[in-house]
């Protein structure tokens, strides 16, 4: 599957090209973040527009980076998506928060 965008390198490390059109650099760096203890990760942009995520096993881990990659790209989305409907609603939710802490007002 040349068009997947997560490739084996050949000191068995892997990484995932991803686009900036799609995906932003906070959604990248989030996510990132959360697979942290699970591996080492490198962040690199490797072409304009593109973002190169590397995934190196930490030396005391033997977990699969095959696996862990698969899982990184779920949270991408699920990262990208919060970011979008925080954009989009998060107006909403300022002002439902500001009336929910707005003083009360006897009506007497």
């Given at each position: 599957m040349d068009h997947f965008p997560i490739k084996i390198?050949?000191?068995?490390?892997?990484l995932i090209k991803i686009k900036e059109k799609i995906?932003?650099?906070q959604a990248i760096t989030a996510t990132s973040y959360k697979f942290t203890d699970k591996c080492n990760i490198f962040i690199d942009e490797i072409d304009?527009?593109?973002?190169?995520?590397?995934?190196?096993?930490?030396?005391n881990k033997e977990a699969s980076l095959e696996e862990i990659a698969n899982e990184f790209?779920?949270?991408?989305?699920?990262?990208?998506?919060?970011?979008d409907i925080e954009k989009e609603?998060?107006?909403?939710?300022?002002?439902?928060?500001?009336a929910a802490f707005s003083p009360i007002v006897d009506l007497k």
């Open positions: 390198l050949a000191d068995k490390s892997i995906y932003c650099r304009e527009n593109i973002y190169g995520v590397y995934f190196k096993n930490k030396s790209c779920n949270e991408l989305i699920d990262q990208q998506t919060r970011i609603f998060g107006n909403i939710r300022d002002k439902i928060v500001e």
